[in-house]
């Protein structure tokens, strides 16, 4: 386990102590960043769906609330993902520290995503649920039936999550 939370946090300060500004965002961000441009390169009426796991959710959050906010996505999908986490302790590069207050009680889910659906199991202990810290985010709790360590990794290996998920998808407006 020690080996395991060694790891995801050597990862998280990466990224942060790397992840630049806006002129010139790091190498991680360029990567990704890159990709969904060409995911923008679409057939006209194809939506932009960005799926992102764990850190990945971080990153992605990050990307399109300050680094690209010109792309518009229709759908972002966090699963087991500390974005709401980072968001608590201010460390996106547009968190507003003023916020929560009596007058914004949550920050607001960044204007170019149309719909944000935030998928989290209560064992894995590096998921957050999100709806509680910011507006416009509907969170799915999903029970992956297994234990503590691997809950983090099972969403994706299982096939009911990407039905279960679609079936949540169907039903956004």
């Known amino acids: ?88 302790i201010k460390r996106f590069k547009t968190s507003d520290p003023a916020i929560p207050s009596a007058r914004r009680p949550r920050a607001a889910a960044p204007g170019n995503i149309s719909h944000w659906v935030n998928v989290f199991d209560e064992v894995d202990i590096f998921a957050y649920a999100c709806d509680k810290v910011f507006d416009r985010v509907i969170d799915f709790r999903y029970d992956t039936r297994t234990y503590t360590i691997k809950a983090h990794g099972a969403y994706l290996e299982q096939d009911r999550f990407y039905s279960r998920l679609r079936a949540r998808i169907d039903q956004l407006p």
């Open 1 to 88: 386990m020690n080996g395991i939370l060694g790891r995801f946090f050597g990862d998280v300060f990466v990224y942060l102590d790397t992840r630049g500004d806006r002129a010139n965002p790091g190498q991680i961000l360029q990567v990704i960043r890159n990709a969904i441009r060409q995911a923008t390169a679409r057939k006209p009426g194809e939506p932009l769906i960005v799926i992102a796991h764990s850190l990945g959710g971080v990153i992605c959050f990050d990307l399109l609330s300050f680094y690209c906010p010109e792309v518009a996505v229709d759908l972002f999908v966090t699963v087991g993902s500390q974005v709401s986490q980072f968001e608590e």
